[in-house]
């Protein structure tokens, strides 16, 4: 069965760096475009990068551009989001997704950004 398990959350100050992971399992990781989403206390969920399945092509959402890089490793079977000067509004929780005909949601890893 299809599985993702996001790491790598944690708190971190503002202007800090974290790198997330996901680690994926059960299907065919190099045929699927994969992204990244995020979701804030009260806010709905929304789309932050993604990536093609040959990591040839990425997309961000516009509060992110510059900051966060999407990739992935696919003989790891690893989408991974690099997130550099980070801000309070940064705070979410953050879920892997693999895009297609079917969604598939890891169970998200937590991102907060306090001093």
């Known amino acids: 069965q299809v599985q993702l398990v996001e790491s790598g959350g944690g708190l971190v100050q503002p202007g800090g760096s974290l790198r997330l992971s996901c680690a994926a399992s059960?299907?065919?990781?190099?045929?699927?475009?994969m992204s990244w989403y995020r979701q804030a206390p009260g806010k709905e969920r929304e789309l932050v990068a993604a990536?093609?399945?040959?990591?040839?092509?990425?997309n961000y959402a516009d509060s992110v551009k510059g900051r966060f890089t999407i990739s992935r490793d696919n003989a790891k079977n690893t989408v991974y989001l690099q997130m550099n000067s980070l801000k309070r509004e940064d705070t979410a929780e953050y879920y892997c997704?693999?895009?297609?005909?079917?969604?598939?949601w890891g169970q998200g890893t937590q991102v907060t950004v306090s001093s």
């Open positions: 990536i093609s399945s040959t990591g040839g092509s990425t």
């Open positions: 059960g299907f065919t990781f190099s045929t699927y475009a």
């Open positions: 997704k693999r895009m297609g005909l079917y969604d598939y």
